[in-house]
């Protein structure tokens, strides 16, 4: 797919991009469309992994929190953060299950890798619930995406990473 410029956006057809609350996808274009009175435009975003296409209107670009990729270098910081030591908060699984999604979707590997160190158990350690293993599990997803598209790897190879780094503790 060729990269085509498009007047005053920051994004081009072609980009690889993360939409924080869905993870990694490509501009696949960009449409004009019209919805009664008002006319738009709107980024379409293929989400390979959900086998999904989303519409943004440029206006909400910013609001929904639409960016290009990380740099190397922070993504290099995130996963160094996986050999950090988990922070254990006293708090009702509830409350910290809603920050640990919060920080998911924010869509920010740093925030992502800290939801990660956190809910990462060794072996010698109590099963965890059903609820983090499925939030520990959404969390490496959404950063082995975002790793595989930095480093230009499959998905399963940047996974592989994430859990090579935690397996290392």
């Known amino acids: 797919m060729s990269k085509k410029k498009q007047n005053n956006l920051n994004f081009n057809i072609g980009d690889t991009v993360v939409y924080p609350s869905h993870g990694v996808g490509q501009i696949n274009s960009i449409d004009k469309i019209q919805i009664g ?3 738009s435009k709107c980024l379409s975003i293929i989400m390979e992994q959900d086998n999904l296409t989303v519409s ?3 206006e909400k670009i910013s609001e929904v929190g639409l960016r290009k990729l990380s740099s190397k270098k922070n993504m290099m910081n995130a996963l160094n953060l996986l050999k950090g030591k988990a922070r254990v908060r006293r708090m009702m699984w509830s409350r910290k299950a809603q920050e640990y999604l919060n920080k998911i979707n924010s869509g920010d590997p740093i925030l992502i890798s800290e939801v990660i160190r956190d809910l990462y158990k060794k072996n010698n350690q109590p099963e965890p619930s059903y609820s983090e293993r499925q939030m520990f ?5 959404r950063l082995a995406r975002e790793l595989a598209a930095v480093e230009k790897i499959d998905h399963f190879s940047a996974t592989e990473k994430i859990e090579l780094i935690l397996k290392s503790k």
């Open 37 to 39: 009175e008002v006319k």
């Open 56 to 58: 943004i209107p440029i």
């Open 137 to 141: 599990q959404s969390a490496i997803e």
